[in-house]
Protein backbone atom coordinates (compact mmCIF):
# COMPACT_ATOMS: atom_id res chain seq x y z
CA UNK A 1 0.00 0.00 0.00
CA UNK A 2 1.48 3.06 -0.97
CA UNK A 3 2.73 5.76 1.52
CA UNK A 4 -0.33 7.66 3.22
CA UNK A 5 -2.93 5.82 1.71
CA UNK A 6 -5.25 5.03 4.87
CA UNK A 7 -8.40 2.62 4.13
CA UNK A 8 -11.06 1.90 6.92
CA UNK A 9 -12.30 -1.46 6.53
CA UNK A 10 -14.21 -3.27 9.24
CA UNK A 11 -16.12 -0.13 9.60
CA UNK A 12 -19.50 -1.90 9.24
CA UNK A 13 -20.20 0.91 6.33
CA UNK A 14 -21.02 0.01 2.88
CA UNK A 15 -17.97 0.68 -0.03
CA UNK A 16 -18.19 1.96 -2.92
CA UNK A 17 -15.46 0.69 -5.02
CA UNK A 18 -13.88 1.45 -8.45
CA UNK A 19 -10.94 -0.65 -10.49
CA UNK A 20 -9.96 0.23 -13.97
CA UNK A 21 -8.73 -2.08 -16.57
CA UNK A 22 -4.72 -1.64 -17.36
CA UNK A 23 -4.26 1.21 -19.20
CA UNK A 24 -8.15 1.80 -19.27
CA UNK A 25 -8.46 -0.16 -22.36
CA UNK A 26 -11.91 -2.15 -23.32
CA UNK A 27 -11.05 -5.21 -21.83
CA UNK A 28 -14.78 -5.87 -20.73
CA UNK A 29 -16.84 -4.67 -23.97
CA UNK A 30 -17.37 -7.89 -24.46
CA UNK A 31 -20.81 -10.00 -23.50
CA UNK A 32 -18.69 -12.80 -23.06
CA UNK A 33 -16.39 -10.83 -20.36
CA UNK A 34 -19.28 -9.04 -18.84
CA UNK A 35 -20.73 -12.80 -18.40
CA UNK A 36 -17.34 -13.88 -16.63
CA UNK A 37 -17.12 -11.01 -14.55
CA UNK A 38 -20.50 -11.21 -13.20
CA UNK A 39 -19.80 -15.38 -12.76
CA UNK A 40 -16.67 -14.16 -10.81
CA UNK A 41 -18.15 -11.66 -8.74
CA UNK A 42 -20.67 -14.03 -7.50
CA UNK A 43 -18.03 -16.85 -7.07
CA UNK A 44 -16.03 -13.98 -4.80
CA UNK A 45 -19.11 -12.63 -2.92
CA UNK A 46 -20.08 -16.34 -1.97
CA UNK A 47 -16.89 -17.22 -0.98
CA UNK A 48 -15.80 -14.12 0.96
CA UNK A 49 -19.67 -13.66 1.76
CA UNK A 50 -20.63 -10.31 1.37
CA UNK A 51 -23.67 -8.51 0.17
CA UNK A 52 -23.35 -7.14 -3.15
CA UNK A 53 -26.01 -3.82 -3.43
CA UNK A 54 -25.13 -2.31 -6.97
CA UNK A 55 -22.73 -2.45 -9.51
CA UNK A 56 -21.92 -1.48 -12.94
CA UNK A 57 -19.73 -2.82 -15.20
CA UNK A 58 -17.93 -0.85 -17.92
CA UNK A 59 -16.21 -1.70 -21.03
CA UNK A 60 -12.94 -0.49 -19.05
CA UNK A 61 -13.74 0.02 -15.41
CA UNK A 62 -16.21 -1.44 -12.86
CA UNK A 63 -18.15 0.33 -10.10
CA UNK A 64 -19.45 -2.12 -6.89
CA UNK A 65 -21.59 -1.23 -3.95
CA UNK A 66 -20.65 -3.47 -1.56
CA UNK A 67 -20.94 -4.81 2.03
CA UNK A 68 -17.37 -5.78 4.24
CA UNK A 69 -16.95 -9.39 3.84
CA UNK A 70 -17.31 -11.58 6.56
CA UNK A 71 -14.28 -13.60 5.76
CA UNK A 72 -10.42 -11.27 5.18
CA UNK A 73 -11.02 -8.19 4.31
CA UNK A 74 -12.08 -6.19 1.65
CA UNK A 75 -8.86 -5.72 0.19
CA UNK A 76 -8.23 -9.39 -0.17
CA UNK A 77 -11.67 -9.99 -1.51
CA UNK A 78 -10.74 -7.65 -4.65
CA UNK A 79 -8.11 -9.00 -4.93
CA UNK A 80 -9.46 -12.40 -5.56
CA UNK A 81 -12.48 -10.81 -7.68
CA UNK A 82 -9.38 -9.43 -9.82
CA UNK A 83 -7.35 -12.39 -10.38
CA UNK A 84 -10.36 -14.77 -11.20
CA UNK A 85 -11.45 -12.63 -14.19
CA UNK A 86 -7.80 -11.83 -15.15
CA UNK A 87 -7.11 -15.52 -15.40
CA UNK A 88 -10.08 -16.61 -17.22
CA UNK A 89 -10.04 -13.33 -19.57
CA UNK A 90 -6.38 -13.00 -20.43
CA UNK A 91 -5.06 -9.54 -21.76
CA UNK A 92 -2.87 -9.30 -24.47
CA UNK A 93 -0.13 -8.38 -23.20
CA UNK A 94 -0.70 -10.15 -20.00
CA UNK A 95 -1.73 -7.14 -17.35
CA UNK A 96 -5.69 -7.08 -17.14
CA UNK A 97 -5.89 -4.48 -14.04
CA UNK A 98 -4.68 -1.65 -13.33
CA UNK A 99 -3.00 -2.07 -9.34
CA UNK A 100 -5.00 -0.66 -6.45
CA UNK A 101 -8.61 0.31 -6.23
CA UNK A 102 -10.59 3.43 -5.01
CA UNK A 103 -12.67 2.55 -2.18
CA UNK A 104 -15.13 5.34 -0.82
CA UNK A 105 -16.58 4.72 2.56
CA UNK A 106 -20.67 4.68 2.52
CA UNK A 107 -21.65 5.86 5.80
CA UNK A 108 -24.85 7.54 5.49
CA UNK A 109 -28.41 6.45 3.93
CA UNK A 110 -28.13 9.75 1.84
CA UNK A 111 -24.61 8.74 0.74
CA UNK A 112 -26.03 4.75 -0.68
CA UNK A 113 -28.51 6.39 -2.59
CA UNK A 114 -26.03 9.26 -4.26
CA UNK A 115 -23.93 6.12 -5.30
CA UNK A 116 -26.50 3.70 -6.21
CA UNK A 117 -27.83 6.65 -8.59
CA UNK A 118 -24.65 6.88 -9.63
CA UNK A 119 -23.96 3.28 -10.72
CA UNK A 120 -27.81 3.12 -12.07
CA UNK A 121 -27.11 6.59 -14.18
CA UNK A 122 -23.85 5.87 -16.14
CA UNK A 123 -24.08 5.79 -18.92
CA UNK A 124 -22.89 1.92 -20.72
CA UNK A 125 -23.85 -1.26 -22.11
CA UNK A 126 -23.30 -2.82 -18.90
CA UNK A 127 -24.69 -4.58 -16.56
CA UNK A 128 -25.86 -3.53 -12.80
CA UNK A 129 -27.97 -5.06 -10.00
CA UNK A 130 -30.81 -2.79 -8.57
CA UNK A 131 -34.04 -3.29 -5.62
CA UNK A 132 -37.11 -3.54 -7.19
CA UNK A 133 -39.96 -2.05 -6.28
CA UNK A 134 -41.97 -5.42 -5.85
CA UNK A 135 -40.11 -6.69 -3.39
CA UNK A 136 -37.99 -5.81 -0.41
CA UNK A 137 -34.43 -7.29 -0.56
CA UNK A 138 -35.08 -9.32 -4.12
CA UNK A 139 -33.06 -8.43 -7.10
CA UNK A 140 -33.30 -8.57 -10.70
CA UNK A 141 -30.01 -7.91 -12.81
CA UNK A 142 -30.91 -5.75 -15.80
CA UNK A 143 -28.77 -4.66 -19.02
CA UNK A 144 -29.47 -2.17 -21.15
CA UNK A 145 -32.01 -3.26 -23.38
CA UNK A 146 -33.42 -4.00 -20.49
CA UNK A 147 -33.72 -8.01 -20.28
CA UNK A 148 -34.27 -8.81 -16.65
CA UNK A 149 -33.46 -12.36 -14.28
CA UNK A 150 -32.98 -13.07 -10.50
CA UNK A 151 -29.48 -11.78 -9.61
CA UNK A 152 -28.18 -13.98 -6.24
CA UNK A 153 -25.65 -11.10 -5.96
CA UNK A 154 -28.45 -8.91 -3.21
CA UNK A 155 -29.67 -10.99 -0.71
CA UNK A 156 -32.12 -9.35 1.81
CA UNK A 157 -30.53 -8.14 5.20
CA UNK A 158 -32.08 -8.20 8.61
CA UNK A 159 -33.99 -4.95 8.89
CA UNK A 160 -32.70 -2.89 11.75
CA UNK A 161 -29.53 -4.67 11.63
CA UNK A 162 -26.60 -1.76 11.23
CA UNK A 163 -22.87 -0.60 12.79
CA UNK A 164 -24.02 0.11 16.68
CA UNK A 165 -25.57 -3.85 16.77
CA UNK A 166 -21.69 -4.67 15.33
CA UNK A 167 -23.90 -6.45 12.10
CA UNK A 168 -24.35 -5.26 8.69
CA UNK A 169 -25.70 -2.43 7.91
CA UNK A 170 -29.32 -2.13 6.29
CA UNK A 171 -30.16 -1.96 2.94
CA UNK A 172 -33.12 -0.05 3.86
CA UNK A 173 -33.12 3.14 5.20
CA UNK A 174 -34.15 3.75 9.13
Known amino acids: MPWGLVRFQRSHCLHFITFTCYRRQAFLNTTHAKN ?5 LEQTRRSYRFYVIGY ?4 EHV ?5 EPERATLARAIQALKQ ?4 KLKAPDG ?19 EKLKYIHRTPSIAVWSKVPRTGPGAATA ?3 REKSAPSRSNRPLR ?3 GAKSGR ?6 P
Open 36 to 40: VFERS
Open 56 to 59: VVMP
Open 63 to 67: HLLVT
Open 84 to 87: SVSQ
Open 95 to 113: RFWQTRYYDFNVRTPQKRV
Open 142 to 144: TTY
Open 159 to 161: PGS
Open 168 to 173: RPSLHS
